[in-house]
């Protein structure tokens, strides 16, 4: 059974760019959360999409946004990129049916830095 | 607010000696407890897990955690650490909000096994 996978592995990008980062689930996995990972902050959590419908947000600005398509696969979004957006982003899948007794399955993220 | 404190964020230790990672959350309802582990270049990957049960938890490698509700504490612990358990642990805690999961990740606590 194949992984999460996360494309693309590494960026680099100027401030005031803006990119968007692809996460393809466990097959069968219906629910995409999407995190950021600084040394400073540990994991912090952006959003989940579920069934294309995104279900749960944490406190990002609306500069950080997301997608996902009826086969499960997310797309984040992040515009006018700052400096401080410099981060390990981190997709996790799951099934998504069970109302917090999932494990989550990461993928190898996608490191973006912003120059 | 859940929260999730590690207050550990650097452990350094000699090969075969006793390790205890200190986990405490906040949150006023039901959890569900993890501990996840992101090795030098790897994915971070589920070590261990409590939903409910024996309070007392085993996970891969040797691993345990026990759940001490009194003390909102999930201290992950192993009687011998190896060279190859170098990595970086996470804590986090899940809850059902409104029939979905939230999720909250401690910062991370970085072990360097000497050898």
């Known amino acids: 059974k194949a992984g999460v996978t996360q494309t693309p592995r590494y960026l680099i990008k100027t401030r005031g760019q803006q990119v968007t980062l692809s996460c393809s689930p466990i097959?069968?996995?219906?629910?995409v959360s999407w995190y950021q990972q600084t040394p400073g902050q540990g994991l912090q959590f952006l959003f989940e999409?579920?069934?294309?419908?995104?279900?749960n947000k944490g406190n990002f600005p609306g500069r950080f946004s997301g997608r996902q398509f009826s086969n499960s696969r997310s797309e984040m979004n992040v515009s006018t990129l700052e400096l401080g957006d410099s981060a390990l982003y981190l997709c996790a899948s799951s099934f998504g049916t069970s109302g917090g007794s999932e494990t989550q399955y990461f993928g190898p993220g996608t490191r973006l830095l912003v120059l | 607010a859940q929260s999730v404190s590690q207050h550990n964020h650097h452990v350094i230790l000699s090969e075969a000696a006793s390790l205890e990672l200190g986990c405490n959350y906040s949150y006023g309802g039901t959890v569900n407890l993890f501990w996840y582990v992101q090795y030098p270049g790897q994915h971070l990957q589920l070590l261990l897990k409590y939903f409910s049960g024996d309070p007392l938890v085993k996970g891969i490698k040797g691993f345990e955690a026990e759940f001490i509700k009194s003390k909102f504490s999930f201290n992950l612990r192993k009687p011998s650490v190896q060279w190859s358990d170098t990595a970086e642990y996470f804590c986090?805690?899940?809850?059902?909000?409104?029939?979905?999961?939230?999720?909250?990740f401690g910062i991370g606590t970085k072990l360097q096994v000497i050898p």
């Open positions: 097959s069968g996995h219906r629910s």
């Open positions: 986090a805690v899940t809850s059902n909000s409104g029939g979905y999961q939230k999720v909250t």
């Open positions: 999409y579920f069934s294309e419908t995104q279900r």
